[in-house]
């Protein structure tokens, strides 16, 4: 039972988190690629490697929120509708993404976007292996926060 409860999380989990990580990686690399191609520096390329991924991973998230949310309310007026649509997809995705940016925006992931490509060539592959690196210790906390969330705010 309890592993059968695991697989159902765990496919949750990646049905989540899959489709965004795919964009904001796609968006990373084509970022960092076009920096690094332009200036040769590694610090030019984790910036916008790091700006590059928050763009694609939740401009997905957010995109996906708003249509959620907008079909929860659809009896409401207009203004209404709109209201609350924002309100309930600023309100999910703080909860469940606020603590995991936070660390890993700010101590995590530039740390190991600068620091791995340094010591694992070709360029591509130590960027790759330094934001995998982070997104471990960021998908933990996420994970934490959204079931946290459906506990206490879904219900």
């Not at 590059?52 to 401009?59: I, P, Q, R, W």
């Not at 940016?101 to 960027?127: K, Q, S, T």
Request: charged share 20%; net charge positive.
């Amino acid at each position: 039972m309890v592993i059968r409860s695991l697989k159902t999380k765990h496919r949750e989990w990646l049905r989540r988190y899959i489709p965004a990580e795919i964009i904001g990686t796609t968006t990373a690399l084509l970022a960092a690629w076009i920096a690094f191609g332009q200036t040769d520096s590694y610090i030019a390329a984790a910036a916008a490697g790091w700006v590059g991924e928050g763009v694609g991973f939740f401009g997905c998230f957010i995109a996906s929120e708003l249509v959620t949310s907008h079909k929860r309310y659809d009896k409401y007026n207009f203004w209404k509708r709109m209201s609350l649509t924002i309100t309930a997809a600023s309100t999910n995705l703080l909860v469940e993404f606020l603590p995991a940016e936070i660390i890993d925006n700010f101590v995590i992931r530039p740390f190991v976007m600068y620091i791995a490509p340094i010591y694992i060539h070709p360029y591509a592959l130590g960027f790759l292996i330094g934001k995998f690196s982070a997104d471990i210790i960021f998908y933990i906390i996420a994970i934490t926060s959204y079931e946290t969330k459906k506990r206490r705010i879904d219900k």
